[in-house]
Nanobody, 115 residues
Framework: QVQLVESGGGLVQPGGSLRLSCAAS????????MRWYRQAPGKERELVAG???????RYADSVKGRFTISRDNAKNTVYLEMNSLKPEDTAVYYC?????????WGQGTQVTVSS
């Protein structure tokens, strides 16, 4: 079994920054893909950023140049550095881990961008 625990969400003004963390525990394999998704009210969940254990990254077009994903494989932790935040970034952010064709989800952390 795998557990994912997110932290770092909160309220921030437009143009501000936040850093999300997601710590994975349990039966973690060395080869995996860790991702951040978000879901705004009334909208579908969307992929924000992902990073493989080999270091390959990908981003949604809406966050390129503003968000940076990174990970510490020794700690089984993935981070999402979010800069130049906009009101449209407001959502619940979910951590996701995929390994051996199985997907695991965290409980989500709220990010609210508002003045």
């Amino acid at each position: 079994q795998v557990q994912l625990v997110e932290s770092g969400g909160g309220l921030v003004q437009p143009g501000g920054s936040l850093r999300l963390s997601c710590a994975a525990s349990g039966n973690i394999f060395s080869i995996n893909d860790m991702r951040w998704y978000r879901q705004a009210p009334g909208k579908e969940r969307e992929l924000v950023a992902g990073m493989t254990s080999g270091g390959i990254t990908r981003y949604a077009d809406s966050v390129k140049g503003r968000f940076t994903i990174s990970r510490d494989n020794a700690k089984n932790t993935v981070y999402l550095e979010m800069n130049s935040l906009k009101p449209e970034d407001t959502a619940v952010y979910y951590c996701n881990l995929v390994q051996i064709l199985r997907a695991y989800w965290g409980q989500g952390t709220q990010v609210t961008v508002s003045s």
